[in-house]
């Protein structure tokens, strides 16, 4: 039977962990034997008795997790000497930041793997349980609040007691996309008094139904909304414009946080240097967008910046913080898009490139980059032909890979 490998998080601060043992019963129904690395999922509060008790096998060592893998979940791409160790041909599904992590890429390619981003299936209906991006910003969206919270040392709701009236913590969050709205919504449960704004007029609606104020601006905002739901990159003189309306919402804030971000782009900066300066000392800026350049201009990767007394919190992978449910979310969507390619009656695993989900989330196969946005990005010639698919195990047929297993 094919075999599915889950390897230790290499990634600097990672703690989550692509399968979780709840997950392993339906990966097990498809016919796959899954081989556990010891220490998985330790971070996740999930240790290899559990997984030993839902019949995954525990190994030692990437030679013996990775040698004899088909498919292989991760998280975070795959180290350098993680690809090393993969056989030819594997399958990798993962979080594998393609724009900007080229060196993985070509790695990938030259193994000679079929490797699919997560981050690339796209927000159509039938792909929502498979929408990595979205389960792991609802978290990152709930965890941002609470450093801010914790950053700002003070209490977020009214208080009314007998030593007089604690005021309510003012929160503005800046994008109303899947992780500004659960922002909202966790600082609204804390009592907070929040402001949201969004370039895209139709947040509003969901915005107000969480119990924040929209920031509204006369500015065009009709062409804001990009493809896939998410916001699209905006001109430099409306972002400009759109900075000084802002001025005057952020210095009045105690906490501001920022979620704007643009796949396959820097992120837009939506608070700058002076804009900081004009807040209260005390404030906290949650700047969730600091991994891709920042929304706040003085941000920096995964380090606290205070100036002026402002307390400016450049965190990368706030999903990490909360590893237990994010793993368990996270697993539930790699299983899903697995699952989409199984062929329950012919039991095979098919690489369907008709299929949009399959198309838009590959991004490796047959020794080459294959994907038309990637390789845009990374200026690479045009697409290449579509290459024979790549079979994780004995080939069924041209178009197929076989994987035994129950009728789906």
């Known amino acids: 039977m094919p075999v599915l490998a889950v390897t230790k998080e290499r990634r600097a601060g990672e703690t989550r962990v692509a399968v979780t043992p709840d997950a392993l019963k339906k990966l097990k129904?498809?016919?796959?034997?899954?081989?556990?690395?010891?220490?998985?999922?330790?971070?996740?509060?999930a240790p290899d008795a559990a997984y030993e008790a839902e019949g995954a096998k525990i190994v030692s060592g990437?030679?013996?997790?990775?040698?004899?893998?088909?498919?292989?979940?991760?998280?975070?791409?795959?180290?350098?000497?993680?690809?090393?160790?993969l056989k030819p041909g594997a399958v990798v599904i993962g979080l594998l930041n393609p724009y900007q992590d080229r060196e993985l890429l070509?790695?990938?390619?030259?193994?000679?793997?079929?490797?699919?981003?997560?981050?690339?299936?796209?927000?159509?209906?039938?792909?929502?349980?498979?929408?990595?991006?979205?389960?792991?910003?609802?978290?990152?969206?709930?965890?941002?609040?609470?450093?801010?919270?914790a950053d700002y040392g003070r209490a977020l709701p009214m208080m009314m007691t007998a030593a007089g009236t604690v005021p309510a913590t003012k929160v503005f969050v800046m994008g109303a996309g899947v992780a500004g709205l659960q922002a909202i919504a966790t600082a609204r449960r804390l009592g907070a008094v929040v402001q949201a704004f969004d370039v895209r007029p139709e947040?509003?609606?969901?915005?107000?139904?969480?119990?924040?104020?929209?920031?509204?601006?006369?500015?065009?905002?009709s062409e804001a909304k990009g493809t896939g739901?998410?916001?699209?990159?905006?001109?430099?003189?409306?972002?400009?414009?759109?900075?000084?309306?802002?001025?005057?919402?952020?210095?009045?804030?105690?906490?501001?946080?920022?979620t704007a971000q643009v796949p396959g782009r820097k992120a837009p900066v939506l608070v700058t240097?002076?804009?900081?300066?004009?807040?209260?000392?005390?404030?906290?800026?949650?700047?969730?967008?600091?991994?891709q350049g920042g929304n706040v201009e003085l941000s920096q990767p995964d380090q606290d910046v205070v100036v002026n007394g402002v307390t400016i919190d450049g965190p990368t992978n706030l999903p990490s913080t909360v590893p237990v449910h994010a793993s368990m979310t996270y697993a539930k969507n790699l299983t899903a898009f697995l699952m989409n390619m199984y062929n329950g009656k012919e039991r095979v695993l098919k690489i369907d490139p008709d299929d949009e989900i399959v198309r838009e989330s590959l991004v490796a196969r047959?020794?080459?980059v294959t994907n038309a946005r990637v390789r845009q990005a990374l200026g690479l010639a045009d697409p290449v032909q579509e290459p024979p698919p790549t079979a994780p195990a004995a080939a069924a047929?041209?178009?197929?890979?076989?994987v035994p297993g129950k009728e789906a």
């Open 366 to 368: 047959g020794g080459e």
């Open 397 to 402: 047929e041209p178009a197929a890979a076989a």
């Open 229 to 258: 739901g998410y916001a699209k990159e905006q001109s430099e003189d409306f972002l400009r414009r759109q900075r000084e309306l802002m001025a005057k919402v952020v210095a009045a804030s105690d906490v501001v946080i920022t």
């Open 29 to 45: 129904a498809m016919g796959l034997d899954v081989v556990v690395e010891s220490g998985a999922g330790d971070g996740a509060s």
């Open 106 to 149: 070509d790695a990938l390619a030259a193994k000679g793997a079929t490797a699919f981003a997560m981050e690339f299936v796209p927000r159509i209906t039938r792909a929502q349980v498979m929408d990595t991006l979205s389960s792991q910003a609802n978290l990152a969206g709930y965890r941002a609040v609470i450093d801010g919270a």
């Open 273 to 291: 240097a002076d804009m900081v300066r004009g807040m209260a000392p005390g404030s906290v800026i949650v700047d969730m967008a600091a991994g």
């Open 62 to 85: 990437l030679a013996e997790t990775l040698g004899g893998a088909d498919l292989v979940f991760k998280v975070r791409g795959p180290t350098v000497d993680e690809v090393a160790a």
């Open 203 to 221: 947040t509003k609606e969901q915005v107000e139904s969480l119990g924040a104020k929209f920031v509204e601006v006369p500015l065009d905002t």
